[in-house]
């Protein structure tokens, strides 16, 4: 498997966590430090890492809020995870809804609504984390859950930010929420599985399931030309699963995460999740 990544989260917004965000406290640099060296044990090759308003961006210093860390704290996270031979990935999610707050991060901009400001200075929040992670291929945009946009505009989003990175020598990736259409998700995997049609292919699609297994999205992915990753659920069994099928359908990652804050009191627990990773060696694919 070409990319096997964690998903680290410095920070992160949704309707669990906006709950909790007036409690929430700064992350902590030593547990990320340690999670980073337990990857390299456990044979990772890559560290995406949910930023958003966990750092101080100098160019947007409202968007700090009182669980905010020096930039330089991410300089020191992203410095150790290249020395364990680790690709880092920055994460930020530019998903618009009102349900699920994902670019709440973003406030007061968020409200913009991707007219040319919104775009000035989301390519200033990127540009930042460009030069302070230096990733090597990838960034992630989240794009999930996206409740406000209508098709033609979630897929003008998207490539917005595949061009302005592809510019950047990065591609963009995104994750596709067509596995979950129960609710009030319905929509999202509507709008995801109508996006397929018109995105470029050299978006990384990621593929979050984690209550089933349903190797035919893998399958239609690639059939449709996509690099697709798959970020499974925490059942070991569930997880193998996927590996083994991405192996088999040329998939090209497997994304492990666990959705709590970087701090002392989840350690065990993030720990164990990082030891999760599937260590049979890659097979041909079909």
């Known amino acids: 498997m070409p990319v096997r990544a964690y ?6 917004y949704d309707p669990a966590w906006w709950k909790r965000k007036a409690r929430e406290r700064r992350f902590s640099l030593r547990l990320a430090l340690e999670a980073v060296d337990a990857m390299a044990a456990a044979g990772y090759t890559t560290l995406v890492v949910d930023c958003e308003d966990a750092v101080r961006y100098r160019s947007h210093p409202e968007l700090a809020r009182p669980y905010t860390a020096p930039m330089r704290d991410l300089a020191v996270l992203a410095r150790r995870a290249r020395q364990r031979g680790l690709d880092v990935v920055p994460k930020v999610n530019f998903s618009q809804s009102h349900w699920h707050f994902h670019n709440h991060w973003f406030r007061p901009h968020h409200l913009l609504f991707d007219n ?15 030069r302070v992670c230096r990733p090597r291929r ?17 897929v003008r989003a998207i490539r917005t930010l595949r061009d302005e990175l592809r510019r950047r020598g990065l591609k963009v990736v995104i994750w596709n929420d067509t596995a979950d259409a129960t609710g009030r998700r319905w929509v999202h995997a509507e709008k995801s599985l109508r996006a397929e049609a018109d995105l470029p292919r050299d978006v990384v699609q990621v593929l979050w ?11 239609r992915l690639r059939r449709r030309g996509f690099e697709v990753w798959a970020a499974p659920g925490r059942d070991p069994a569930q997880i193998a699963l996927w590996h083994d099928e991405l192996r088999r359908v040329g998939g090209r990652g497997l994304l492990i ?6 701090r002392p009191r989840n350690r065990k627990r993030i720990l164990d999740r990082i030891r999760q990773l599937p260590t049979s060696p890659p097979a041909p694919a079909r």
């Open 7 to 12: 998903l680290l989260h410095l920070t992160h």
């Open 116 to 130: 040319a400001e919104y775009w000035r200075r989301a390519l200033r929040i990127i540009d930042e984390l460009i």
């Open 138 to 154: 990838y960034f992630h945009v989240g794009m999930d859950e996206d409740h406000e946009r209508s098709t033609p505009q979630y």
């Open 209 to 219: 399931d984690y209550d089933r297994f349903q190797p035919e999205i893998l399958r």
């Open 257 to 262: 995460t666990l959705w709590v804050p970087c």
